[in-house]
C-alpha cells in the first residue's frame, strides 16, 4: 500500500481527544465530503476565520462559540457553525447547553492534503 504524504502546517494544534466526549452531532463520512462543499463554507470570511481560529489558537480540545469573541447575534453564530458542520469541515458535540466545535483535522488532510495549511496560512 502507498504512502501518503500530507503538508500539514507546523503550526496547527493537534490536541489529542479525551476520554468520554459525547456523541459528536450528526456530519458528513469522510467519503462524502466534497471539495466544493468544503470550500463553499470556508468562502465566507467569517467561517473562514472561525476554523483558522480553532486551527491556530485552541487552548483545549473542542471550544464552545463565546470562546472566539465574535460580536454577531447568538442565531448568526448558530447559521455559521452548522454550514461549517454541515459542509464537514467542524465537528461538534452537545455538553449540556453547550455546543463545542474542533476542526476535523485529520479527516480533512485525509480526504483534501494540504487545504488546511492553506487555511492557516490565509490572513486576514
Do not use: N
Not at 486551527?55 to 472566539?68: A, I, Q, S, V
Not at 467542524?90 to 476535523?104: A, K, M, W
Amino acid at each position: 500500500m502507498p504512502s501518503t504524504t500530507t503538508r500539514q502546517d507546523s503550526r496547527i494544534k493537534v490536541l489529542p481527544e479525551p476520554a468520554g466526549l459525547p456523541a459528536p452531532l450528526p456530519e458528513p463520512a469522510v467519503d462524502d465530503l466534497r471539495l466544493e462543499t468544503v470550500m463553499g463554507a470556508l468562502s465566507d470570511p467569517l467561517r473562514l476565520r472561525i476554523v483558522r481560529t480553532l486551527l491556530l489558537e485552541r487552548e483545549e480540545f473542542d471550544h464552545p462559540c463565546g470562546w472566539f469573541g465574535l460580536d454577531r447575534p447568538k442565531s448568526s453564530l448558530t447559521h455559521h457553525f452548522r454550514a461549517l458542520r454541515d459542509a464537514g469541515v467542524l465537528r461538534q458535540r452537545q455538553y449540556g447547553l453547550e455546543r463545542r466545535s474542533e476542526v476535523r483535522i485529520a479527516d480533512l488532510e485525509a480526504r483534501f492534503p494540504g487545504l488546511l495549511a492553506l487555511v492557516a496560512a490565509w490572513t486576514p
